[in-house]
């Protein structure tokens, strides 16, 4: 089939995290965003989480203002968030799930088991001009779910495969790796546009990149933490270049 452009979103939250583990301004998460946006980045994504433990509403009003990139507004489907999202009016709203004792995001959104929550949620973004994606593990139900939703994007969770990587047993690799390929395939053969994301990094992004029916990748905690040591300039750039060499044949 042909390939399609990948996009690469560059998740900024652990910019805000830095800066609020001492309190002040610096370093100032929306000019990170103007950094990644010079250098490549396709798009800027950010969660502004019920705790504000990262993102504040300022900073998203702010990306939304001052940034050209497209901004995606990650969000837990909560009336507060709702309220917010259309008042920003960002490019993208993608629902994720939120737990206040979890660290980072854990497993993708049921919208099989909340369908009747969710449904209006996504109805009112929608209806207000805001693409809608849902963030979900690559599985069938889910997947359908998402479907019947009427949410055009869908967000596969790559926590598992990274997990996979991280513990270099083979077996396991492919097998979280043919679970994303196979959802991204389904969900592109019922109209959905597919998004990736989750724990990629230099080591693990070229297989999921080569999915031909993935367009965006979704990628944060790696490119911030790696900045520290290369720069984000140009952990962004390295970034894109492993994903363009993947998506153009040059190692798959």
């Known amino acids: 089939?042909?390939?399609?452009?990948?996009?690469?979103?560059?998740?900024?939250?652990?910019?805000?995290?830095?800066?609020?583990?001492?309190?002040?301004?610096?370093?100032?998460?929306?000019?990170?965003?103007?950094?990644?946006?010079?250098?490549?980045?396709?798009?800027?994504?950010?969660?502004?989480?019920?705790?504000?433990?990262?993102?504040?509403?300022?900073?998203?009003?702010?990306?939304?203002?001052?940034?050209?990139?497209?901004?995606?507004?990650?969000?837990?489907?909560?009336?507060?968030?709702?309220?917010?999202?259309l008042e920003v009016r960002p490019h993208a709203a993608c629902l994720v799930p939120e737990n206040r004792e979890e660290r980072t995001t854990e497993g993708g959104l049921d919208v099989a088991g909340q369908h009747n929550f969710i449904a209006p949620v996504v109805r009112e973004l929608m209806d207000a001009g805001i693409r809608v994606s849902l963030f979900i593990d690559p599985e069938t139900p889910q997947i359908e779910a998402a479907k019947s939703l009427g949410a055009p994007v869908i967000e596969i969770h790559t926590g598992a495969y990274y997990e996979a990587t991280a513990s270099t047993t083979p077996d396991r690799i492919q097998a979280e790796f043919d679970k994303i390929k196979s959802s991204a395939e389904l969900a592109d053969s019922l109209g959905l546009e597919v998004h990736a994301g989750h724990g990629l990094t230099f080591h693990n992004v070229q297989p999921v990149a080569a999915i031909p029916q993935i367009v965006e990748l979704n990628i944060g905690h790696f490119l911030i933490g790696e900045s520290v040591f290369m720069g984000l300039a140009e952990v962004v750039k390295q970034m894109k270049r492993l994903m363009q060499d993947a998506r153009t044949g040059g190692m798959y």
């Open 1 to 85: 089939m042909t390939k399609k452009p990948l996009r690469l979103g560059v998740n900024i939250d652990h910019v805000a995290t830095i800066r609020n583990a001492r309190g002040g301004p610096h370093p100032d998460p929306v000019r990170a965003a103007e950094l990644v946006a010079s250098v490549g980045a396709d798009g800027i994504t950010a969660h502004l989480r019920g705790d504000r433990r990262h993102m504040l509403d300022d900073d998203m009003r702010r990306l939304q203002n001052e940034i050209d990139l497209p901004l995606n507004f990650e969000m837990a489907a909560t009336a507060e968030m709702l309220k917010i999202c």
